[in-house]
T-cell receptor
Framework: GDSVTQMEGPVTLSEEAFLTINCTYTATGYPSLFWYVQYPGEGLQLLLKATKADDKGSNKGFEATYRKETTSFHLEKGSVQVSDSAVYFCALSGSNFGNEKLTFGTGTRLTIIP | SQTIHQWPATLVQPVGSPLSLECTVEGTSNPNLYWYRQAAGRGLQLLFYSVGIGQISSEVPQNLSASRPQDRQFILSSKKLLLSDSGFYLC??????????????FGEGSWLTVV
């Protein structure tokens, strides 16, 4: 079945540092890939997504590129801020028509210190 | 615009008591609806999803059930809670008539502690 493996945390960085959170997946066909973010005490919000190979999703300075050859969707940001502290989830949805059920990674907790 | 609400936000229930979490979506029709659970220190697990009124699919066997009495209402229930039911429950929706890659939107979540 489908699965997502993401970098285990917690990750602690200083403000303005470069961020990479690794995510790899296993799926049949051509899944869509997502990054969701969960701020403390809140539900999940979509951060960015990519629906086909070589697509780059971007939002709020975060980027991730759909790499089919390496089955990866790594999240990056050039300069993190304290407000980026949150839990980040990588996820995929199956490629079957009508199948929008998300398979999530276990999440990576990111803490940014001033 | 579309919005999703779920309640209650927080509840503490004794073992063996019943549970009812409710979720409603506004601003769209015939959505796909989902219940996820996030256990402490773990990822998100899909519990139930629904593509229409009265149509419920269960992803994992468990002590919980779901119902969809109206197009935009999704209810998570239990007759007798277990300690292992504690967690963060998230309702979510996506546009129906499934198109691969549709975004799933989440509610604010409900914290359940079974004591």
């Amino acid at each position: 079945g489908d699965s997502v493996t993401q970098m285990e945390g917690p990750v602690t960085l200083s403000e303005e540092a470069f961020l990479t959170i690794n995510c790899t997946y296993t799926a049949t066909g051509y899944p869509s890939l997502f990054w969701y973010v969960q701020y403390p005490g809140e539900g999940l919000q979509l951060l960015l997504k990519a629906t086909k190979a070589d697509d780059k999703g971007s939002n709020k300075g975060f980027e991730a590129t759909y790499r089919k050859e390496t089955t990866s969707f790594h999240l990056e940001k050039g300069s993190v801020q304290v407000s980026d502290s949150a839990v980040y989830f990588c996820a995929l949805s199956g490629s079957n028509f009508g199948n929008e059920k998300l398979t999530f990674g276990t999440g990576t907790r990111l803490t940014i210190i001033p | 615009s579309q919005t999703i609400h779920q309640w209650p936000a927080t509840l503490v229930q004794p073992v063996g008591s019943p549970l009812s979490l409710e979720c409603t979506v506004e601003g769209t029709s015939n959505p796909n609806l989902y219940w996820y659970r996030q256990a402490a220190g773990r990822g998100l697990q899909l519990l139930f999803y629904s593509v229409g009124i009265g149509q419920i699919s269960s992803e994992v066997p468990q002590n919980l059930s779901a119902s969809r009495p109206q197009d935009r209402q999704f209810i998570l229930s239990s007759k007798k809670l277990l300690l292992s039911d504690s967690g963060f429950y998230l309702c979510a929706w996506s546009r129906g008539q499934g198109v691969s890659g549709n975004t799933i939107y989440f509610g604010e979540g409900s914290w359940l502690t079974v004591v």
